[in-house]
């Protein structure tokens, strides 16, 4: 079984500079998160959607993050215009919501962004 | 908000000495959940506690969930060199919303 699969891994932009992760977590998990890592730190959570609903983005900027999870399958995570301090690992990780399994978080490989 | 403090940050240990990360929350949490890190990869899951007092044990690991299920440790014996990584503590508050720690950056040296 796939697991959880994310990209680009590596994106170099210029600040300004638009720039948009995908992520295709575990079939038949319906809830998603996107995490963000700086170096030295553990997961900080931008975004929940419980199958295609954003069920918890405060702590996503929303002045310039935006994410959607179309059909409630994928999704996609973008950033506009980024800034030097967006340098981050963006974590996409799945989830099978309910009684059966221990619950854990399945994450993908991340997306490493470095803005110049 | 809620937070989970995990310490320490970093541990140097020979190879063969026991390591010990501990969190911490301020608030009660309903399970509480562990990841490694290793260097350059993504956190994966290593175990989940849910009872108050709950202690879990896998192998060389031991794993304890405090009574008041606000704090937990991980504590692992004769540490090996494929022990290297951060190892994550993640406390699950409402719904489905989990804190994670700064982590603990373990180095062991052979």
């Known amino acids: 079984e796939a697991g959880v699969v994310q990209s680009p891994r590596y994106k170099i932009i210029e600040k300004k500079q638009p720039v948009a992760f995908w992520c295709n977590p575990i079939?038949?998990?319906?809830?998603l998160y996107w995490y963000l890592q700086n170096l030295g730190q553990g997961p900080e959570l931008l975004i929940r959607?419980?199958?295609?609903?954003?069920?918890?983005d405060s702590q996503l900027p929303k002045d310039r993050f935006s994410a959607e999870r179309l059909k409630g399958v994928d999704s996609t995570l973008k950033i506009q215009p980024a800034e030097l301090g967006d340098s981050a690992v963006y974590l996409c990780?799945?989830?099978?919501?309910?009684?059966?399994?221990?619950?854990?978080?399945?994450f993908g490989e991340g997306s490493r962004l470095t803005v110049l | 908000g809620q937070q989970v403090m995990q310490i320490p940050q970093y541990q140097h240990v020979q190879e063969g000495e026991d390591f010990t990360t501990y969190c911490n929350s301020s608030t009660t949490l309903s399970n509480i959940q562990w990841y490694k890190q290793r260097p350059g990869g993504h956190p994966v899951f290593l175990i989940q506690l849910v009872k108050s007092g709950e202690v879990k044990k896998q192998k060389r690991l031991t794993f304890q969930f405090g009574e008041a299920k606000k704090n937990s440790s991980l504590h692992i014996t004769a540490t090996q060199t494929t022990d290297v990584g951060t190892y994550f503590c993640a406390g699950r508050g409402n719904f489905n919303k989990f804190y994670f720690g700064s982590g603990t950056k373990l180095n062991v040296k052979p």
């Open positions: 079939s038949g998990h319906n809830t």
């Open positions: 990780a799945s989830r099978l919501a309910g009684q059966s399994g221990s619950g854990e978080l399945f």
């Open positions: 959607y419980e199958n295609e609903e954003a069920v918890d």
